[in-house]
């Protein structure tokens, strides 16, 4: 069965967009990303993570109205920033790839 997103929730698509800076005084990356909010969305984002090897250290969850704004401070499996461009373009195709699905992946 299909469920329906509430009426709220349909007309503000946004696609996923995650943002990386290094947190350097503290040793750890930042992924900042917006978008739909949703039931479920942590637990997407956390296949994501699990799926290209991201701890997360801590994180900072809103929601501002359909928007979720979410602060994720991560750091690879040993404790290291992740700083490769192409690891973390790994990360933010994974997190577009569950959130917006193969065909909005960037």
Known sequence: MLR???RQ????ETPARPEFSQDRANHRT???LTATDR??????VG???AKT??????AKIATVGALADDTFFITDLHGQPIEG???LERIAAAVGEHLDGPAQAA
């Open 39 to 44: 039931p479920g969305l942590l637990s997407l």
């Open 4 to 6: 329906r997103l509430p």
């Open 9 to 12: 929730m349909r007309h503000f």
């Open 53 to 58: 090897g991201v701890r997360i250290i801590s």
């Open 85 to 87: 461009p192409a690891q």
């Open 30 to 32: 930042v992924l900042h």
């Open 47 to 49: 296949r994501a993570f």
